[in-house]
């Protein structure tokens, strides 16, 4: 279903499919973890005005589906959320810290790299067609 959202200039509907993966495919994740990381990452989100619409993950990988305003980057906002839940994470479960694959990382849970994907909407061949069919002026 379509839903757009509101700012104070414009109107959108912009989601995105992230992907995080932890350095040296750690296995850092249960059930606990994964729970307590939902939650620090919806904070997160709060502050860049986004939605935290699904996630889910394994021992060594999450995925997200944001929906964020256009006056926010996709790469500001996994900044954040990556920088500010491993700070949480360490604090909420310090045996983190001693896990092989964050010790090896220096204290790095996650990858640098990270998969982000636009969601939603018409296919681009619909869109191109409809641009292609406007009333052009002769």
Not at 72 to 91: D, F, P, Q
């Amino acid at each position: 279903m379509f839903k757009a959202n509101k700012g104070r200039h414009c109107v959108y509907s912009l989601t995105a499919h992230l992907i995080f993966v932890c350095k040296h495919t750690g296995k850092v994740f249960n059930d606990e973890r994964l729970l307590a990381l939902r939650d620090i990452l919806d904070k997160v989100l709060d502050d860049f005005e986004a939605e935290l619409l699904e996630f889910n993950g394994e021992e060594d990988h999450v995925h997200l589906l944001v929906s964020y305003p256009p006056k926010h980057s996709i790469a500001s906002m996994v900044n954040s959320l990556k920088g500010v839940s491993i700070r949480r994470l360490k604090e909420q479960f310090p045996e983190i810290e001693s896990f092989w694959s964050v010790a090896k990382s220096k204290n790095s849970l996650w990858s640098p790299s990270y998969f982000a994907s636009s969601t939603g909407g018409a296919p681009i061949e619909v869109l191109k067609r409809y641009i292609q069919d406007q009333n052009r002026p002769e």
